[in-house]
């Protein structure tokens, strides 16, 4: 069964895309220390996942996410702690823990907090994946995970590595933003000089 969105969360997940982008193509390092350990238990011809999340920052945390196959039943039996929601996109394959909305659960990605079960099965086993995140102040960050990795056949055995996401795809999702700041620059420029004279 898969789980709605608000209208904010799909806002703070998008958001969350276009600064991890950001993030990497800056290459500035990751302002929180946040570690999201993964255990993984062969049940039959299918696998559970569970997690815990770890924020060694010094602020509270929004969102985690990563990223597996974009397709339909990848995951099932999404299970989250009290106070906190676990939600799988099938739409892009974001599977994300957040604090859930409800006013009468108080937890939260607190600093210096582990945060756990995180729990879903699927019928696709483990591999090496990237988690990412941000915290309450807007701050990108990122690390290592396991997560199921898609093959043709599910089940044990080698799994290819994941493919990171094209360069095109990438600069076509950033050049606008790019452009516009480029532009702003020469005007203010051009204006300065105009000014000088």
Known sequence: ????????????????????AALALTGRPARAQVTVNA??????????????VFN???????????????QQNVVTNLQAPLGFDINFDPSNGFV???????PNTTQSFAPGSTVAP????SAFGPGQTTFSGFDDNGGGFSGATIAPLVRAV???????????????ALGLTLAPGLLAASLHRRRASTARQQTAL
């Open 96 to 102: 994300t823990f957040f604090e859930d909305n409800n």
């Open 154 to 168: 599910p089940g044990p055995g080698p799994n290819p590595a994941i493919p990171e996401p094209g360069t095109l």
């Open 56 to 70: 060694g920052s010094g602020v509270d945390l929004a969102l985690i996410q990563f990223q597996i196959a974009a």
């Open 39 to 52: 255990t993984v238990t062969a049940n039959g011809s299918l696998f559970d996942y569970r997690y815990s």
């Open 1 to 20: 069964m898969t789980r709605q969105r608000p209208d904010a969360f799909v806002a703070l997940q998008t958001l969350l895309l276009l600064g991890g």
């Open 118 to 121: 995180f729990t879903f099965t």
